[in-house]
């Protein structure tokens, strides 16, 4: 259950001052990925930086980094457990994010951090993590339609839940390839603040730095890996001037070139776990913003041959499945529904029907083949492989989907 406030995370830490700085990065696609350029860039200048986004990938712990590595299960365990035994002996009743939370902050105490990354885990305003008080900048990035449920059913609404984030006298940095709507919710928001802004275009002449033109130039990159990085680099650069002014974020640009962000337009090989060579594209688009960006890639790079596309997919309970699918799968394409198993930590999350989903899938014009595995990965991934035959295949529909495909990859690679 997702329980949103501010109450009893604040009962849970009010013993506990929190020791390092942070970046706090809201909204709905982008702010993983630019907590990962943060926290690479940052570490390369030799700041020691704590990263703690969410959800996790394989393992409950793999979502808090110090110094770009996964923190240690030991020492994971050790702080949870005592968080718990507060959370218990004070009756607090916290949730298990807040839980979460708590324990990514001690340990970046423990470990003595200076800057910590930490990515919003929905909506801003009552996240656990709005709980931060030294910040030093606040980014704002894509911002789509998502969690109608909890943070409401316009781009407004969700747009000034999001913007809950900002703070009285703290710089922001906001993604200006957002739509007008939500652009202008969130000026009217920095207006109401009186905050220094920084508004981030890379279509822009001045949208971006010379050295980070020059790495657009040299990558291969997608429109919204671009207005991620220039979120990154403007809210380094505001990082910088406050606590290591003599450290030019130019000069760290190109250290970018080496951020991996698993899951997310991920080539990888699915040797051993089936008999595949050839690259398959991973991705955990799970609302309609990220997959219109997942069905850009598959167009541009995977269609070139004129092949359909094999897909596994499966989804959260409560996607809309026909908005989430139907624009990116296409006549003559091969689908395989399945479900992802128990997400650790978060027993709310469920998937969603493999049944329904192919039934849903079934509705596309002129699809192919279209086969329903249940919760069964490895037969969907297997059905998918030989579908192909070597041709272009995708998994994708959920981060939760990503996980257990990678950390069967990982077991059969012991």
């Not at 910088?240 to 337009?265: F, I, M, N, S, Y």
């Not at 990220?290 to 070139?304: D, I, M, N, P």
């Amino acid at each position: 259950m997702i329980e949103l406030g501010l109450s009893r995370i604040s009962h849970l830490l009010q013993q506990t001052p929190l020791t390092w700085k942070a970046i706090h990065i809201a909204g709905t696609n982008g702010k993983g990925s630019i907590s990962a350029y943060l926290s690479h860039l940052l570490t390369s200048g030799g700041v020691r930086c704590g990263r703690f986004t969410s959800p996790h990938l394989i393992d409950r712990w793999d979502c808090i980094t110090i110094g770009e590595r996964v923190v240690q299960e030991s020492l994971f365990r050790q702080i949870e457990a005592r968080v718990k035994l507060r959370d218990q002996t004070l009756g607090i009743g916290a949730s298990e994010f807040e839980l979460l939370t708590a324990t990514a902050f001690e340990i970046f105490n423990h470990e003595q951090v200076d800057i910590g990354v930490v990515e919003v885990g929905m909506g801003g305003r009552l996240d656990a993590t709005n709980i931060l008080n030294n910040v030093l900048v606040s980014v704002i990035a894509k911002i789509g339609l998502d969690h109608q449920s909890l943070l409401g059913d316009s781009l407004e609404e969700i747009t000034r839940e999001k913007a809950g984030i900002l703070k009285r006298s703290v710089p922001c940095v906001i993604d200006g390839t957002n739509s007008p709507p939500v652009l202008k919710t969130l000026e009217d928001r920095i207006k109401e603040l009186d905050l220094v802004v920084t508004r981030t275009n890379p279509d822009l002449p001045d949208g971006h730095s010379s050295s980070l033109g020059r790495l657009f130039r040299q990558l291969d990159l997608q429109p919204h890996q671009q207005a991620n990085m220039c979120c990154a680099i403007s809210a380094l650069k505001v990082a910088l001037a406050k606590v290591r002014p003599e450290l030019e974020a130019d000069t760290l640009v190109p250290q970018l070139r080496h951020v991996e962000w698993p899951g997310r337009l991920q080539n990888i090989v699915l040797e051993p776990l089936v008999g595949r060579t050839e690259p398959i594209l991973l991705d955990g688009a799970h609302n309609n913003q990220s997959a219109e960006v997942l069905g850009q890639y598959v167009e541009s790079k995977l269609r070139t041959q004129g092949k359909p596309v094999n897909w596994v997919v499966a989804a959260s309970r409560g996607k809309d499945l026909a908005t989430l699918f139907h624009p990116i799968i296409k006549p003559g394409d091969n689908v395989a529904t399945t479900a992802f198993g128990p997400v650790d930590g978060m027993p709310w999350v469920k998937a969603n029907d493999s049944q329904e989903l192919a039934s849903s899938i079934q509705c596309i014009p002129g699809i192919g083949k279209v086969a329903s595995f249940d919760g069964d990965v490895s037969a969907a991934i297997n059905w998918a492989c030989i579908e192909a035959n070597g041709g272009p295949m995708v998994i994708a529909g959920s981060l939760y989907l990503v996980s257990d495909v990678l950390r069967r990859l990982r077991e059969v690679r012991k």
